[in-house]
């Protein structure tokens, strides 16, 4: 009766650490994604103002722009990737969450990421709903 006993508490340990752990780690995924966006928006605010009062034309600076969004990003304990290209930033954050109940069964942190991208327009270019 008492392994029977053991292993009950044991998988109900192991469900509460899926549920806890997951809902840290979904967390961490929206808070990475929310990082990824706003830095994007950073960069994508990073116009060449030489060339926009020359000729109208809206263009980023590229290094303004990855400097921009890698500096948003720096002011977090995450990491990022940014590629900027023509009027378009795209970051991708990465962070480690670390396990609370899973350490026990080995499970030590999660790896997550978002990825977004904004584009420098002039305007409001959309509908809104």
Known sequence: MSGF???II???ILLAGIVVDGGLALGARVRVINEAQEAA???AQQLDLA???RNGRIRLDPARARNAALAYVAAT???ATVKVSGETVT???HAVQPSQILGLAGVRSFRVSGRATAVA???VTGRLR
């Open 5 to 7: 006993v053991a292993g």
């Open 10 to 12: 044991g998988a109900l």
């Open 41 to 43: 928006r950073s960069g």
């Open 51 to 53: 060339a926009y009062r």
């Open 77 to 79: 304990p995450d990491t």
């Open 91 to 93: 970051v991708v954050v």
């Open 121 to 123: 327009r002039r305007g």
